[in-house]
């Protein structure tokens, strides 16, 4: 048990799977998982263990922003032994090839700030995912029949950007989609040794300002959940 994980000593595997939404942890657990039993709701923020073909798996929510996840990931390293963990989210596409509902693969993540910039001080740290995580979800994506994308993503420290300067400049350089997670999770893998992915489904665009609407937005994640867990267990 920590601060912020109820979780007694063993209750936590050694791969997990982390959306932003403790809700959306509730649905992919009770979709994916066999067995699966709630074990942490320690501010409302729930995680999940239970199996998949047979692996132990642990689904748990990081809330929004970086600040937010570097807080759960940190302790389910540290205290918990968590050895492989791909957020699973949503994001918005930058790019015109990248379509509402398509599956992104964060290969890098820039950002302009994470809990962890203090650490480096002059260094700009270039956050990356574990290359066998890379090519274990790129497999199963094909074998899925996905529309996948694989790239450099940027992890915002904000929700509502006022810099479309800067979004400009990222989508002139190729940068595939927006979230608010990746890089400090890619940090933290890179700090204690461990793997990290982020397999994210397009929910909106930037370009377009096409959105999925919310009551589909549950169905078209199933994809990317199952590909995290294929990954994993490649």
Not at 32 to 39: G, H, I, K, S, W
Not at 96 to 110: P, Y
Request: aromatic share 8%.
């Amino acid at each position: 048990m920590t601060v912020h994980i109820g979780a007694k000593p063993g209750e936590i595997a050694e791969t997990v799977l982390m959306p932003g939404d403790p809700l959306r942890a509730k649905w992919a657990a009770e979709r994916f998982l066999e067995n699966p039993v709630c074990v942490n709701e320690v501010r409302g923020m729930l995680g999940f263990t239970g199996t998949w073909k047979g692996n132990r798996v642990t689904i748990h929510g990081s809330g929004m922003g970086m600040p937010s996840l570097s807080i759960y990931a940190n302790e389910l390293i540290r205290d918990f032994g968590a050895q492989t963990l791909i957020r699973i989210g949503s994001a918005g596409a930058m790019q015109d090839n990248v379509k509402i509902r398509d599956v992104v693969l964060a290969m890098t993540s820039s950002t302009m700030s994470t809990p962890s910039r203090g650490i480096f001080r002059d260094l700009s740290f270039a956050p990356c995912a574990d290359y066998g995580l890379l090519q274990a979800a790129y497999k199963a994506a094909q074998s899925r029949g996905s529309a996948i994308h694989v790239g450099g993503i940027y992890s915002s420290d904000v929700f509502y950007d006022e810099r479309p300067d800067l979004t400009e400049q990222m989508t002139r350089h190729g940068i595939l989609a927006v979230e608010m997670e990746a890089a400090e999770l890619y940090t933290l893998a890179a700090r204690y040794g461990r793997r990290a992915l982020a397999v994210l489904t397009i929910s909106d665009h930037l370009i377009t300002g096409e959105a999925l609407p919310s009551e589909d937005r549950q169905s078209s994640f199933a994809d990317m959940v199952e590909i995290a867990l294929e990954a994993a267990f490649t």
